[in-house]
C-alpha cells in the first residue's frame, strides 16, 4: 500500500513528508521534484509569501545513488519565513513567550478558523490556520514528484491547466500537447493554453487586486498514457472515480469537482454524453466516439486520458474583510488580515497534478504489486499482454 502523511505549520521550521510504499529501484531526481515544486509557487495572483520562499525538498531518506531503495521516504522543506516566526511559534514556551504570540482572534469567513478554533477548544485561531494553509501543499506536491516518477516508468503522465479564472472561461477543447508545452514554460501567467483567454483572466486578477478582493477558479488535470483497468467497480471504496474526487476536493479551497464533462452530461441526453465504443481492425483495439467520461467508467479508467477538473472558491483572506466576530470580546468585528493571495488557480492545478498522481500510483501499485521497479513491471508487461491478446 502507497501511503503518505504531511507535518508542518505554515510558519514553522519546515514541512516534512513521508512516503511509504514505492518499489525500489526507482529513479530520482530531486531537480524533477524541485521543478514540480517551483511551478506550485508560480501563477499571477500570488501574495508577498511567495518572495520569501523559494521550496527546495531535502530527500533525507528512501532514496540512495538516485533510486528509491523500498525504505519510507522521508521529504523536508523548509520554511524561509520561519526566521519571522521563531519568536511567536516557539516549540517550548519561554520566559514572557505569550508576549511574542500573534494570536488570530477574529476568524476569517470561509477559513478553517471558527471551526477549527471550536473543535480544538483554541480562542486563538493560530494554531488552525498554521496548518488548514495551502502551504501544506508543497509537501504534497514533493511526494506527487515522487509518485510521479513511478507513473513515468509506466508511460503515464500528468499534468494541468487553467479552465477558468472566476468568470472567464476557456471555451475550447485542449490537446494533450497544449498542455505539455505549458508545463514546460519557465514563465507562468495563469496557465491557460490560450493567450487571448489568458489575458482576460488577467484582467479578473487585477480587478481583485484594486479591489481588496479574491477570486477562484477552475483547474482541469490530465493523466495521460494510463493504462486500462485500474480502480474496480466491484466495491465503492475501490471506485478509482470516487477516490480521485477525494483527493482533489481535499485540497485547501477546492469545494467541487467534476470529472469529465459531468456538468455538462447532466444537463444533457444520455445519447449525447455517452462515449461510443467502436473497434479498430488494422490496430486490434477498442476506441471510442469521444472522452466525455473522463478515462473513467464504473470506477476503473478506460484507457482514455483521465481528465478532471478542481473548482476552487476565492482564497478567504481578503484585503477588505468581511464581517466576522472577536473570539474574546464577542464583539462584531472585521476578520483578520495579515498578507494573503489574492489567486491561486495554476497553484491549485499543481496540486491537483500531485494528489492525482498519488492516486494512481496507489492504484497502478494495487494492480501490480512489486517490490522492486523490475517485478512490478514484469507484471504490467504481463498483464498489456492479456490486454492485448482480449
Ligand atoms: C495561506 C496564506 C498565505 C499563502 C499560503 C496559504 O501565507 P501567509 O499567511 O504566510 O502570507 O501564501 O500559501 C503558502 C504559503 C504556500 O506555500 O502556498 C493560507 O492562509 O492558507
Redesign the pocket.
Known amino acids: 500500500m502507497l501511503r503518505f502523511e504531511t507535518a508542518g505549520e ?2 514553522g521550521e519546515c514541512l516534512v513528508a513521508t512516503l511509504a510504499g514505492l518499489p525500489a529501484g526507482i529513479p530520482i531526481s530531486l531537480e524533477a521534484v524541485n521543478r514540480e515544486l517551483w511551478r ?2 508560480q501563477g499571477y495572483g ?5 518572495k520569501i ?1 523559494t ?1 527546495r525538498a531535502e530527500i533525507v531518506a528512501g532514496v540512495r545513488h538516485s533510486h528509491t531503495i523500498g525504505s519510507p521516504i522521508a521529504i523536508l522543506i523548509r520554511n524561509k ?1 520561519w526566521q519571522n516566526w521563531t519568536a511567536a511559534l516557539p516549540v517550548e514556551d519561554a520566559e514572557g513567550a505569550s508576549d511574542a504570540r500573534r494570536p488570530v482572534t477574529r476568524p476569517r469567513p470561509g ?1 478553517a478558523d471558527l471551526a477549527g478554533a471550536i473543535k480544538y477548544n483554541f480562542h486563538d485561531a493560530r494554531y488552525i ?1 498554521e496548518r ?4 501544506e ?2 509537501a504534497r506536491v514533493a511526494v506527487g514528484a515522487l509518485a510521479k516518477a513511478l507513473l513515468g516508468q509506466f508511460g503515464v503522465e500528468v499534468l494541468s491547466h487553467v479552465v477558468a479564472v472566476g468568470p472567464v472561461r476557456l471555451e475550447r477543447p485542449v490537446e494533450w500537447a497544449e498542455i505539455a508545452a505549458l508545463s514546460r514554460k519557465d514563465d507562468v501567467l495563469l496557465g491557460c493554453v490560450d493567450p487571448e483567454v489568458e489575458a482576460r483572466m488577467k484582467a479578473v486578477v487585477d480587478e481583485a487586486y484594486r479591489t481588496g478582493d479574491t477570486i477562484g477558479g477552475v483547474f482541469e488535470v490530465v493523466a495521460h498514457g494510463v493504462p486500462a483497468g485500474l480502480g474496480s467497480h466491484a466495491t465503492w471504496d475501490s471506485r478509482l472515480d470516487g477516490r480521485l474526487a477525494q483527493a482533489i476536493v481535499s485540497i ?1 479551497a477546492v469545494k467541487g469537482v467534476e470529472i469529465g464533462f459531468a456538468a455538462e452530461g447532466a444537463a444533457s441526453f444520455g445519447s449525447k454524453v455517452q462515449d461510443t465504443i467502436h473497434y479498430s481492425r488494422e490496430e486490434r483495439r477498442f476506441t471510442r466516439g469521444a472522452n466525455r467520461a473522463g478515462g473513467l467508467e464504473g470506477g476503473i479508467t478506460n484507457g482514455q486520458d483521465v481528465a478532471l477538473r478542481g473548482l476552487l472558491k476565492p ?1 478567504s ?1 481578503l484585503r477588505r474583510p468581511l464581517e466576522s466576530v472577536d473570539l474574546e470580546t464577542r464583539e462584531p468585528a472585521l476578520a483578520a488580515y ?4 489574492v489567486s ?1 488557480v495554476p ?1 491549485a492545478g499543481v496540486i491537483g497534478e500531485a494528489m492525482t498522481a498519488i492516486v494512481l500510483a496507489q492504484a497502478l501499485l494495487e494492480k501490480f504489486g512489486g517490490d522492486s521497479l523490475s517485478e512490478t513491471r514484469r507484471n504490467f508487461e504481463g498483464y498489456l499482454e492479456q490486454v492485448r491478446a482480449f
Open positions: 505554515s510558519h506550485r509557487q500570488r501574495g508577498g509569501r511567495m520562499e521550496d519565513d477559513h490556520l488548514a494553509s495551502a502551504r501543499t508543497a485547501q482564497i483572506t495579515e498578507r494573503s493571495d491561486v497553484a
